[in-house]
């Protein structure tokens, strides 16, 4: 699927003539920049490529990018986006999402989407809160939420979607934040090159209905201590170098590093290909919060295992000619 | 085992008109394959045949009760026929619970084939007989026919090393030989039937087949019959026939829709009773183009047919109606997005759950109304089994000539009953004409064809035809969101417009019986052939009477309106408690009464001729 050809697009080409129409400051237009700039560095022509979106703020996507684009319903875009892989390989297919989206309303999909490997690049919008519908609480708010539908707060648990992706076997699942463009970039890039599904979290501001959401992950003060970024073959530091994380026993640990503390050469050097406890294990973090590629593995990809299936019992049957399945195996004649 | 031609008792060869046969046992008695082997049997002979299987929902609901019968009804004759019979001249059942369940609809004087060796002490209570009906004189108004089948099998298969419960399991083929001989049928094909469906398994093969012609030798050996019966074989059109079933013919003519389009088929299917043996035909057919997709959930199923459909194939779901109550939503974006999309709804009986073996008509309104907004879709119903070929077949035709989805209904009856089919000469399919708009000049994505209004259909892949379509309202030219009042007003009676212009193509309705006149019948769906024999039982019994069949509910038929004006009554029998009727008499002001019956069953010949006989008078 992927032209070798340098095709010469430039961000401006991945550009629509629509007014682009989210909240001035939403995280969402950060993420739309990244996405303009690394698709014209792929060497995909724009007429093969499709974004499918649900319904909400994010979802609204696909009007921007000049490309070929599906704006679905609520919670269904994996499942359309699949019908469209299967019979159309030679796409590549994103799908855009958010965490009302793919997790309460389309929380099925977006799990079979996973566990099929259908070849899906899947963006989803995590702002821990329902935006277009004016402030509910979202699967990831956190417990207590004070939102417009919960006025005491929400008793509902959150749902964590790198968890989630990874017990549904996932192949690519990946985690990056709206402002962080060089992060952001480099992660769509990883995730076009992923043969099979590719699910990448992108934690984002809704600076309306619940700013500030992911600010001690993006404030300049902060965010050296919060974020841990996940770098496959090397060791987990963050804070400047002056943390890491070990494990003990299964448990990951925040220790210090350098004098005083441990050794490097004790912190969990990273695997992308590890098996997806030890993802799942790191997924659970909070303080830091990981960012980057939690797991990175090859498994057989949904459309290409249908085409095999079809070859082989062409191979064995030979193509299938109407008039003999339509008389099917007992027939008489009536002169 | 070998009959002496000396001792051979004088036997009458009966000549019959029709037959109707009802075999009966416990769900795992083996009743349904028995069933099909003597209709198969019958049609190779030449008869007419409708079949009309009757099962439980249950798996193997408990032995020897009420709730475990399992039923397959054949009516055959050297006449044309419409139904599978109103009432069985023969019962063949294997035990208590059997008897006890079919009786009733039993002809009075009918023959009664009963498997003694099923009658026993503990059956005959679990079926709630305080005594042997077979021989306390309660069946005194019916030819019975003790046969002790289950030792007869056993003995058959005495030494044979099998297992008493396969031995047990052979007994269904000792009725079916016994059968075959009594119609005068030869065995061979239920012999041939038996090693292709056990090959590998020649110990089966072999205790089948020595049961079977057991049960065969038995007919022609002891003396319980003074007649055998023959059923001449029927005129029917000069062709290739073979027996076909709803579904089958339904998961046949998506293979055609796709070979003729020489477009991809991808069907999207979630399993749903009755309408899982499309899922399960198609599966097999990956080298006919044709892609099966067991989705998660119903909603996932239609979902990714609208994509396939997104993607320039042609898209497909089957389900019934629990399912397509779920795939509404999803029905409306490819309305609102207007992709073509094939969607069949074997009915069942409802609501919820409800009768999921049986058959019911009442998902009509829930497929023209069912969908927020005004949603028009096309929907056409099929009339018996093969019929569901063509309605398939014309449309696919329609979505893709009108960018829309489009309904086809069928139902339990005859999505799992038989009957004969002429298979269509190769000259007889007419190509779907597909364009796929590649040029990029002046390219609008709602802009729309002229005469159709249809929207240009664009393969994702197309350079120079990026664009974006959605469910939110769109301009009516550039497909850019819209909340312009009038825009939406104009897109909704757009979209109302490109539907009704459907009628357009129609052929002209056909009324069966005089074109005007005192009553015309209305009917839609299976229920076509039960009126068809009813009203063709009243014309001879001298009365006016008319049959009119709807194959097209949305957009109704231009001249509908015109033909229902001519007669003076207008009755509507329908397997609800009136959909049709409504949208009848609110569309053309007419007075239609209905005949409605919501038994999970389909209507008999006779009580439409008596309901209607009432109206009449």
Same mark, same amino acid.
């Given at each position: 699927m992927k032209a070798t050809a340098v095709v010469g697009l430039t961000r401006k080409d991945f550009?629509?003539?629509?007014?682009?129409?989210?909240?001035?400051?939403?995280?969402?237009?950060?993420?739309?920049?990244?996405?303009?700039?690394?698709?014209?560095?792929?060497?995909?022509?724009?007429?093969?490529?499709?974004?499918?979106?649900?319904?909400?703020?994010?979802?609204r996507f696909p009007y921007y990018m000049n490309t070929?684009?599906?704006?679905?319903?609520?919670?269904?875009?994996?499942?359309?986006?699949?019908?469209?892989?299967?019979?159309?390989?030679?796409?590549?297919?994103?799908?855009?999402?958010?965490?009302?989206?793919?997790?309460?309303?389309?929380?099925?999909?977006?799990?079979?989407?996973?566990?099929?490997?259908?070849?899906?690049?899947?963006?989803?919008?995590?702002?821990?809160?329902?935006?277009?519908?004016?402030?509910?609480?979202?699967?990831?708010?956190?417990?207590?939420?004070?939102?417009?539908?919960?006025?005491?707060?929400?008793?509902?648990e959150p749902v964590n979607p790198i968890q989630i992706a990874l017990g549904a076997n996932a192949s690519f699942v990946a985690r990056s934040i709206d402002v962080e463009a060089r992060h952001l970039q480099e992660m769509l890039r990883r995730m076009a090159e992923h043969r099979g599904t590719a699910v990448l979290e992108i934690l984002q501001n809704c600076n309306v209905f619940n700013d500030g959401a992911w600010d001690h992950l993006t404030n300049k003060e902060t965010k050296a201590e919060n974020q841990?970024?996940?770098?496959?073959?090397?060791?987990?530091?963050?804070?400047?170098?002056?943390?890491?994380?070990?494990?003990?026993?299964?448990?990951?640990?925040?220790?210090?590093?350098?004098?005083?503390?441990?050794?490097?050469?004790?912190?969990?050097?990273?695997?992308?290909?590890?098996?997806?406890a030890l993802a799942f294990a790191l997924a659970g973090l909070a303080s830091p919060t990981p960012i980057g590629v939690f797991r990175q593995v090859e498994r057989p990809v949904y459309h290409e295992l249908e085409e095999q299936q079809a070859r082989q019992v062409v191979e064995r049957l030979g193509p299938g000619e109407l008039s003999r399945l339509l008389a099917g195996r007992d027939t008489w004649t009536v002169e | 085992m070998q009959s002496q031609p000396a001792l051979k008792p004088e036997r009458r060869v009966e000549r019959l008109d029709a037959v109707t046969v009802r075999f009966a046992g416990d769900s795992g008695d083996g009743m349904q394959l028995t069933g099909s082997e003597f209709s198969k049997a019958s049609a190779i002979a030449g008869n007419d045949i409708r079949t009309f299987p009757d099962f439980p929902a249950e798996i193997r609901a408990p032995a020897g009760t009420l709730a475990g019968v399992s039923g397959f009804q054949v009516q055959f004759a050297s006449h044309p026929i419409y139904t599978p019979g109103d009432r069985p001249d023969v019962l063949v059942a294997m035990n208590p619970a059997a008897l006890k369940a079919n009786l009733p609809d039993l002809k009075p004087g009918g023959l009664i084939i009963a498997n003694t060796g099923g009658f026993t002490d503990q059956n005959l209570k679990k079926a709630g007989y305080d005594a042997n009906p077979l021989e306390d004189g309660s069946l005194a108004g019916y030819r019975v026919?003790?046969?002790?089948?289950?030792?007869?099998?056993?003995?058959?298969?005495?030494?044979?090393?099998?297992?008493?419960?396969?031995?047990?399991?052979?007994?269904?083929?000792?009725?079916?030989?016994?059968?075959?001989?009594?119609y005068q049928r030869p065995l061979e094909k239920a012999v041939a039937d038996l090693r292709s469906k056990f090959v590998g398994r020649p110990e089966i093969v072999e205790a089948n087949e020595k049961v079977l012609r057991a049960g065969h030798a038995y007919g022609?050996?002891?003396? !319980? &019959?003074?007649?055998?019966? =023959?059923? %001449?074989?029927?005129? *029917? @059109?000069?062709?290739?026939?073979?027996?076909?079933?709803?579904?089958?013919?339904?998961?046949?003519?998506?293979?055609?829709?796709?070979?003729?389009?020489?477009?991809?088929?991808?069907?999207?299917?979630?399993?749903?009773?009755?309408?899982s043996d499309i899922l399960h035909e198609l599966s097999r057919y990956k080298n006919y183009g044709v892609t099966t997709f067991q989705a998660e959930d119903e909603i996932a199923a239609i979902s990714a047919a609208i994509g396939a459909a997104f993607g320039g194939n042609l898209g497909i779901t089957?389900?019934?109606?629990?399912?397509?109550?779920?795939?509404?939503?999803?029905?409306?974006?490819?309305?609102?997005?207007?992709?073509?999309?094939?969607?069949?709804?074997?009915?069942?009986?409802?609501?919820?759950?409800?009768?999921?073996?049986?058959?019911?008509?009442?998902?009509?309104?829930?497929? !023209? &109304?069912?969908?927020?907004? =005004?949603? %028009?879709?096309?929907? *056409? @119903?099929?009339?018996?089994?093969?019929?569901?070929?063509?309605?398939v077949l014309e449309a696919a035709r329609i979505a893709?000539?009108?960018?829309?989805?489009?309904?086809?209904?069928?139902?339990?009856?005859?999505?799992?009953?038989?009957e004969p089919w002429r298979i269509p000469e190769p000259s007889e399919l007419e190509r779907i004409q597909v364009r796929f708009r590649t040029d990029p000049e002046g390219f609008q994505p709602y802009a729309r064809d002229p005469e159709t209004l249809a929207r240009a259909w664009v393969r994702p892949g197309t350079p120079g035809l990026e664009h974006r379509i959605g469910g939110l309202e769109k301009h009516h030219l550039t497909g850019a969101v819209s909340y312009d009042p009038k825009n939406h007003e104009l897109m909704?009676?757009?979209?109302?417009?490109?539907?009704?212009?459907?009628?357009?193509?129609?052929?002209?309705?056909?009324?069966?019986?005089?074109?005007?006149?005192?009553?015309?019948?209305v009917g839609w769906g299976s229920t076509y052939g039960a009126i068809a024999a009813a009203v063709r039982e009243l014309r001879r019994r001298g009365r006016d009477v008319s049959h009119l069949h709807l194959r097209y509910l949305n957009p109704l038929p231009r001249d509908l309106g015109e033909i229902l004006s001519r007669f003076e009554r207008v009755v509507v029998p329908e397997l609800n408690l009136g959909q049709l009727r409504t949208i009848l008499r609110s569309r053309y002001l007419v007075d239609a009464k209905g005949i409605n019956k919501v038994q999970g069953r389909p209507f008999q010949v006779t009580e439409l001729v008596e309901r209607i006989e009432e109206l009449l008078s």
């Open positions: 550009q629509t003539d629509q007014e682009v129409r989210w909240c001035p400051g939403c995280g969402d237009y950060a993420i739309l920049a990244s996405v303009q700039k690394v698709l014209p560095e792929l060497g995909i022509p724009r007429e093969n490529i499709v974004f499918v979106s649900g319904i909400g703020c994010s979802s070929y684009g599906f704006h679905t319903i609520h919670g269904r875009a994996p499942a359309i986006a699949t019908g469209l892989k299967n019979t159309r390989p030679d796409l590549q297919v994103w799908v855009v999402t958010g965490d009302g989206d793919a997790l309460a309303i389309g929380g099925n999909h977006f799990l079979h989407a996973l566990r099929r490997n259908v070849d899906l690049k899947i963006l989803l919008f995590n702002n821990r809160v329902y935006g277009l519908t004016k402030g509910q609480y979202s699967p990831t708010s956190e417990f207590g939420k004070k939102a417009k539908s919960t006025p005491y707060g929400s008793i509902d841990l970024v996940l770098e496959h073959g090397k060791p987990l530091l963050f804070a400047n170098g002056k943390k890491g994380i070990r494990l003990r026993g299964f448990v990951p640990e925040v220790v210090e590093v350098g004098e005083g503390g441990v050794d490097v050469s004790e912190l969990l050097v990273w695997d992308e290909k590890a098996p997806p | 026919i003790p046969v002790d089948i289950t030792r007869l099998t056993e003995n058959a298969l005495h030494g044979s090393g099998l297992s008493a419960r396969e031995i047990a399991r052979s007994k269904n083929m000792f009725a079916l030989g016994l059968m075959l001989w009594l022609e050996t002891a003396e !319980l &019959f003074t007649s055998v019966y =023959e059923v %001449p074989p029927a005129r *029917l @059109a000069p062709g290739t026939y073979r027996n076909i079933s709803g579904n089958q013919a339904i998961a046949l003519g998506i293979v055609a829709a796709a070979q003729l389009s020489g477009l991809k088929g991808f069907l999207g299917s979630y399993p749903i009773t009755p309408a089957t389900s019934s109606g629990p399912g397509i109550a779920l795939k509404q939503e999803a029905i409306n974006l490819a309305v609102m997005a207007e992709l073509p999309l094939l969607i069949v709804d074997v009915q069942r009986g409802g609501p919820s759950t409800g009768l999921p073996t049986k058959t019911e008509q009442a998902d009509l309104l829930q497929v !023209l &109304f069912g969908r927020n907004g =005004e949603s %028009p879709v096309p929907v *056409l @119903a099929a009339q018996s089994p093969g019929d569901c070929f063509r309605t893709i000539r009108y960018m829309t989805p489009v309904i086809v209904l069928s139902d339990g009856s005859i999505a799992n009953g038989q909704v009676r757009t979209r109302a417009e490109k539907i009704e212009r459907i009628a357009r193509e129609f052929p002209p309705l056909e009324v069966d019986g005089s074109p005007s006149g005192k009553l015309l019948v």
